[in-house]
Structures are given as structure tokens and as C-alpha cells.
């Protein structure tokens, strides 16, 4: 807005070339330090804005293949090479470039991606973070007033007893165990909470301060060792291994890999060479 009012008297012609008045050559110098930092700025907030975010994915999601944020990734990171050519290259046309391949990047990705919470709720029970914090249960200490504090001090003042934490670990446990929860690839923190009947909140608590996971490694363990325990059956061996890996839960033969090689540091070929199983990859 300032620009509008300040280029006409600011920007003068000598021999038919336009160039920016002396007087006014520390207010643009200023101005130009200003953007450069609050470009620089925006991308630092913008990378832990996404951090948080994809940190809450994990804590409900049990597969995050279609809800993955790496075209944000690409945003941010695309955002962070325009400002670079800006600071450092300042050459119109490289700059024109950038940013007409820039657009069209973000466009790309951003058709690609699925969206994340517009459409769970109809079939999945899911809550944005706030929620979970506020669904602290009511026999216990009151949650956290800070969103910023960190998760081992939530913890501290939402604590569950031992007695109760505990019970609801064993039932969980059971839960997993009699109804193979993790077999539904689409499996929320919320859709357990509901069949345990129990806060959200308290459920998450109960996973990261037990098992010391998040909502996302700790149902993918349960896959991964459910894998280990079928691919043994000679029966199962005329299926390939992606075959059972979805039969697990796994909505993909990439998470199947990753999460495995995650569990049991080495690959599932690694591991049946490892205990002599011949398979079908």
C-alpha cells in the first residue's frame, strides 16, 4: 500500500531510464531488508507450523498414505528457493522463471493432495489437537493452560494414576488382540477411544507414556508383527508378501517396507532369508 503512494515521487527518468530517486534510497533499502526478513521468517514458521502438524497425523492416524503433507513439504521448501534467488541472484528473468515453475509445482501437488480432516469425521472418529487436550478425563487434574508447553508436561498435569493407566493399557491390549483393530488400515486414535470407551486424550497418554509411540508406530508395530507370524504358515507362502502385508493392515507396499525395516531394523527379504522362508516378493 505504501509502494502506491511512494512510487510515483520515488521513481524518476534520466535519458529514458527509470531508477529510483537518491533521496529515497534508504526507505527502499530499508523496505527491500524488511521483505527479505519477513520471507525468511514466514518459511521458519511456516516448517514448524508443519512439524506440529504432521506430528499430530502420527498421534492419530495409523496410515498416513493418502494424507501425507509432502506437498506443504514442497511448498515450503519452493518458497525458501524463491527467497534465495530474491536475496542472492536478483536477476529479474531467473526470477520470473522460479516463480512460473513455482505455480505450476504448487498446482501439481496441491490437485494430488487428499484432504486431511474435510471428510474424515464422516466415517472416522478424528480430533484436531485442541480437542484431544480438552477431552482430558474429569478423575483426574486438570489439562495443561499452555498449547505450546511440551508434551511431557501435559503429562504431568493431566496424569493418569498408575491403576488407571494401567487398565486401560491391559484393555487396549486385549482390544488389539481379540478384534486385530490394526487390520483396518484406516484405523484412527479416535475409532479405538470410542470402543474403549475413554477421552481420546487419555488414550494417547496412556500409548506415548507406556509404549513410548506415537499413535501411528504404535498400531504399525501390531502389523508388523502380525506379518512375522503369517508369513511362517507354510499355507501362506504362495501369496507374495505385499499380498499379506494388506491382510495385516499395510495400505501399501511403501509403508509396508518402511514400517517393517522401522520394527525389526532390516527389510522383510532380509528377514526371511534370515529364518529360511521362501516367498513370493
Known amino acids: ?13 534520466t535519458k529514458g531510464y527509470y531508477h529510483v530517486a537518491p533521496e529515497f ?13 519477513s520471507g525468511a521468517t514466514y518459511i521458519i514458521l511456516s516448517t514448524i507450523l508443519l512439524y506440529r502438524h504432521k506430528r499430530n497425523i502420527k498421534a492419530q492416524f495409523s496410515n498416513t498414505n493418502k494424507i501425507t503433507l509432502n506437498w506443504m513439504q514442497y511448498l ?15 536477476i529479474p528473468p531467473v526470477l520470473f522463471i522460479g516463480i512460473t515453475l513455482f505455480i505450476f509445482f504448487i498446482g501439481y501437488f496441491g490437485i494430488r493432495q487428499v484432504g486431511i480432516f474435510s ?7 478424528v480430533l484436531l489437537p485442541k480437542e484431544i487436550e480438552r477431552t482430558s478425563n474429569p478423575l483426574y487434574t486438570a489439562a495443561v493452560d499452555k498449547e505450546e508447553k511440551s508434551d511431557r508436561i501435559k503429562y504431568e498435569k493431566t496424569r493418569l494414576e498408575d491403576t488407571e493407566r494401567n487398565r486401560i ?10 478384534k486385530k483393530c490394526y487390520q483396518n488400515p484406516d484405523l484412527t486414535l479416535g475409532d479405538l477411544a470410542i470402543l474403549l470407551t475413554i477421552p481420546p486424550g487419555s488414550l494417547s497418554q496412556v500409548i506415548n507414556s507406556i509404549e513410548g509411540k506415537n499413535f501411528y508406530d504404535y498400531v504399525n508395530s501390531f502389523r508388523v508383527e502380525t506379518f512375522k507370524q503369517i508369513v511362517l504358515i507354510p ?20 509403508s509396508f517396507y518402511r514400517n517393517f525395516k522401522k520394527v525389526t531394523n532390516m527389510s522383510p527379504s532380509d528377514y526371511l532369508r534370515q529364518n529360511n522362508i521362501i516367498a513370493t516378493i
Open 1 to 13: 500500500m505504501v509502494l502506491v503512494f511512494l512510487l510515483p515521487v520515488a521513481i524518476v527518468t
Open 25 to 37: 534510497d534508504l526507505v527502499f533499502l530499508i523496505m527491500e531488508s524488511g521483505l527479505m526478513i
Open 76 to 90: 515450503v521448501f519452493g518458497m525458501g528457493v524463491i527467497w534465495a534467488i530474491v536475496i542472492t541472484v536478483q
Open 119 to 125: 471428510n474424515a469425521l464422516s466415517t472416522h472418529e
Open 169 to 178: 493399557y491391559a484393555e487396549l491390549t486385549q482390544l488389539m488382540e481379540d
Open 235 to 254: 499355507e501362506n507362502r504362495k501369496y507374495n508378501l505385499v499380498s499379506l502385508a494388506f491382510e495385516c493392515g499395510f495400505s501399501s507396499k511403501t
